[in-house]
C-alpha cells in the first residue's frame, strides 16, 4: 500500500512539474525551435539589456585594436552604471583590456566606449560605428 | 565546430576518472552510475591536474594537457574492468529520459542561463585559458573585483579545458554543461538506489529548481553533483574502502567548486561524528576536502586574493524574522513548496531511520544558510537572499531526495568490510 501511495506521489510530482516546466518555458516567450543567437535571448520575455551587450561585444570587437582599453556602459542608466556590462565584455572580450565604468583617482579615460541602447553625449569621444544594439566611440 | 568541440572536452571527462570503476561500489552500478561517478572524479582530477600545472609553470596548452592527460590515464587505466554495461529500463527511467530532455531544451534555447556564467565564471575560464594557469594578474585587477578573485578554481579550470579544446570560448557547451551535472547527479541516485522511482522524483525536481530560477552555466549544478556523490557514496556504499574513497572525492570536489563547499563539508563532518562514525575513517574522509581547501587558502594568502573567505560579518539576530520569511518564501520555487512536500512525503512513507544522515546534513545546511543570512550588515531580505537562496537552498534538498530514496532503498547486506569499518547505519 504504501509502496502504491509513493509511486502515486512521485507521478503526480513528475506530472505537475513537467506540466509547469512547460507554461514556464512558453512564459519566455518564442521563438521556440531556432537557435538563439545568444545564451540570454529568451531568460525572460523581454529582451535583457545583457543580450544587447554579449552581440554588440562581438561587432564591436572588430572596430578596436588588440590591447585597447575599453568599458561598456548604458547611458540611459547614468549616473548609476550597472557595472554587470563590463564583467560581460570581460568574457567576451579577451583581448582588451576590459575597464570598470567608474574611473580611480589619475586613471585615464578607456580608449573605447561602447554604449547599449541610447548614444552616449560625452564631448571627448567620438562616434565609430554604429549597430543596432549600440555604438562604439573612440577617444578623441 | 567549436561548441561541438568544447561539448566534447566534458564529455571526456569520464576518461580522465575511470580510476574509480575499480571500487567494488562503483562497479556494482548500472552504467549510467559509472559513467556519472567516473565524470565527477575526471572533473576533480583534470582540475587538480590543472592547478598543479599552473604552481609548476607548466601552461595549459592543448598538447601540455593531452600529454599529462595521457600519462595519468595510462597509469590509472590497469585494472579497470569494462564489463556488465547494464541499464535497468522501466517507463519511470523513460520519464526521466524526457525530463532531461526539457532540460536541455531550456538550456540550448537559452532559457536557463544564469549571469554569473557571463559575469565571472565564464571570464574566468577565457582569462585563465588565454594565460594558460591560474591568472593571478587578472584576479588581482582592480577592475575584476567584482568577479570574485577568491572564489574556487574547479569550474573555471574546466571551463578553461573546454576552451583548450574548441580554441574559442564555448558559451553553449558551458550552459548544457549543468545538463550533464543534472543527468549525472540522477544517475548517482537512480543507480546507487536501483530505483528509477527515485530517480524520477530528483530529475523532476531538479529539472523545475534548475529552471526555474536560472541556474544553466552557473557553479553550483557541479556542488550538487558532488554533494550527491559524497551522501550516495556514504549511505549507499557497502565496503569501507569505497565508501571512503568516493566521501573522498565528494567533499573535496565540492570544497574547490564553491565557498559553500566548504561549509557542506563541516555539515558532513558533523552529521558523521553524530552517527558515530569510526574516528579513523572520518579523518580519513576529511583529509582531502581539507587539503584541497588549505591548498587554495594558502595560495591566496600568498597572493593576497582573500575576498569572499573572510565572511560577510557579525552574527547579528537584528534581521533574523525577515530573512527567515524570505529564505522560506525562496524555498517555494514558485511551486507552492512542492518539491520539499513532495520529498518528505515520501521520506516518511518508507524508513526514515535509513535515512538519518542525508536528512541531519539537510538539517545543518539549512541552519547553516541562514546563520550565513544573519551575517550580513543589511537586511538580506533585500538582495542577498533573493538573488542567491534559490541556489543555496538546493542542497539541503538535494540531501532530502537523497533521503527519500535512502528510505526506500533495497537493503543489501553490507560487505564484511562495511560491517567492520563503516558508521551504523
Not at chain 2, 90 to 118: C, E, K, N, Q
Not at chain 2, 194 to 211: E, H, K, P, T, Y
Request: hydrophobic residues 55%.
Amino acid at each position: 500500500m504504501r509502496q502504491k501511495f509513493r509511486t502515486l506521489v512521485i507521478c503526480l510530482t513528475a506530472a505537475t512539474l513537467t506540466l509547469l516546466l512547460v507554461r514556464l518555458l512558453h512564459a519566455r516567450g518564442g521563438p521556440f525551435f531556432e537557435i538563439p543567437e545568444t545564451i540570454l535571448d529568451h531568460v525572460e520575455k523581454e529582451r535583457p539589456l545583457s543580450r544587447d551587450v554579449i552581440v554588440l561585444c562581438r561587432k564591436a570587437e572588430l572596430w578596436m585594436p588588440r590591447g585597447s582599453s575599453v568599458t561598456v556602459i548604458a547611458p540611459a542608466q547614468a549616473p548609476h552604471y550597472d557595472f554587470t556590462h563590463h564583467l560581460t565584455a570581460c568574457g567576451l572580450l579577451p583581448h582588451h583590456e576590459v575597464r570598470h565604468p567608474s574611473l580611480a583617482e589619475g586613471e585615464e579615460w578607456p580608449r573605447y566606449v561602447l554604449a547599449v541602447g541610447e548614444p552616449l553625449a560625452h564631448r571627448g569621444y567620438q562616434l565609430v560605428a554604429e549597430f543596432p544594439e549600440g555604438r562604439v566611440y573612440a577617444r578623441r | 565546430m567549436s561548441d561541438v568541440l568544447g561539448f566534447a572536452a566534458y564529455l571526456l571527462l569520464p576518461f580522465i576518472g575511470i580510476v574509480v570503476w575499480r571500487l567494488d561500489a562503483v562497479r556494482e552500478l548500472a552504467i549510467d552510475g559509472r559513467i556519472a561517478v567516473a565524470g565527477a572524479a575526471g572533473a576533480l582530477f583534470l582540475g587538480m591536474l590543472m592547478s598543479a600545472m599552473s604552481l609548476v609553470h607548466l601552461s595549459w596548452t592543448r598538447t601540455a594537457l593531452f600529454l599529462v592527460l595521457a600519462i595519468f590515464i595510462a597509469i590509472t587505466l590497469r585494472g579497470v574492468r569494462f564489463s556488465e554495461l547494464r541499464v535497468d529500463w522501466s517507463p519511470a527511467l523513460l520519464a526521466v529520459l524526457a525530463l532531461f530532455a526539457i532540460v536541455v531544451y531550456a538550456s540550448l534555447t537559452a532559457r536557463a542561463t544564469i549571469g554569473d556564467l557571463l559575469f565571472f565564471w565564464g571570464p574566468k575560464g577565457v582569462h585563465f585559458q588565454q594565460a594558460g594557469k591560474i591568472d593571478v594578474d587578472f584576479l588581482r585587477n582592480p577592475d575584476h573585483f567584482l568577479q570574485h578573485r577568491d572564489y574556487p578554481p574547479l569550474l573555471p579550470a574546466l571551463f578553461a579545458w573546454s576552451m583548450a579544446l574548441s580554441r574559442t570560448f564555448s558559451w553553449w557547451s558551458a550552459i548544457l554543461f549543468t545538463a550533464l551535472c543534472a543527468a549525472a547527479i540522477v544517475s548517482m541516485i537512480r543507480s546507487f538506489t536501483r530505483d528509477n522511482l527515485s530517480g524520477l522524483l530528483a530529475m523532476s525536481i531538479l529539472a523545475w529548481c534548475f529552471v526555474r530560477p536560472w541556474i544553466a552555466g552557473g557553479a553550483d549544478p557541479l556542488l550538487l553533483l558532488y554533494e550527491t556523490l559524497a551522501v550516495c557514496a556514504l549511505v549507499f556504499a557497502r565496503d569501507a574502502p569505497s565508501q571512503t574513497i568516493l566521501a573522498m572525492i565528494g567533499l573535496g570536489g565540492a570544497i574547490v567548486t564553491k565557498v559553500e563547499g566548504a561549509s557542506f563539508v563541516a555539515a558532513v563532518l558533523l552529521a558523521l561524528l553524530l552517527q558515530r562514525m569510526r574516528f579513523q575513517q572520518l579523518a580519513l574522509i576529511a583529509s582531502a576536502p581539507l587539503a584541497l581547501l588549505g591548498a587554495w587558502l594558502t595560495f591566496l594568502y600568498r597572493t593576497e586574493l582573500f575576498d569572499t573567505y573572510r565572511g560577510p560579518g557579525a552574527l547579528s539576530l537584528q534581521f533574523f524574522g525577515s530573512a527567515l520569511r524570505a529564505a522560506f518564501a525562496a524555498a517555494s520555487y514558485d511551486a507552492y513548496w512542492l518539491p520539499w512536500i513532495a520529498t518528505l512525503l515520501v521520506i516518511f512513507m518508507g524508513d526514515v531511520k535509513r535515512a538519518r544522515l542525508p536528512l541531519t546534513i539537510a538539517a545543518i545546511t539549512c541552519a547553516t544558510t541562514i546563520f550565513f543570512y544573519l551575517k550580513s550588515p543589511t537586511d538580506p531580505a533585500v538582495f542577498w537572499i533573493p538573488s542567491s537562496a534559490h541556489r543555496v537552498l538546493l542542497t539541503p534538498l538535494v540531501m532530502l531526495l537523497i533521503a527519500a530514496a535512502a528510505a526506500h532503498a533495497q537493503k543489501l547486506p553490507a560487505t564484511r568490510d562495511a560491517q567492520r569499518g563503516a558508521m551504523e547505519r
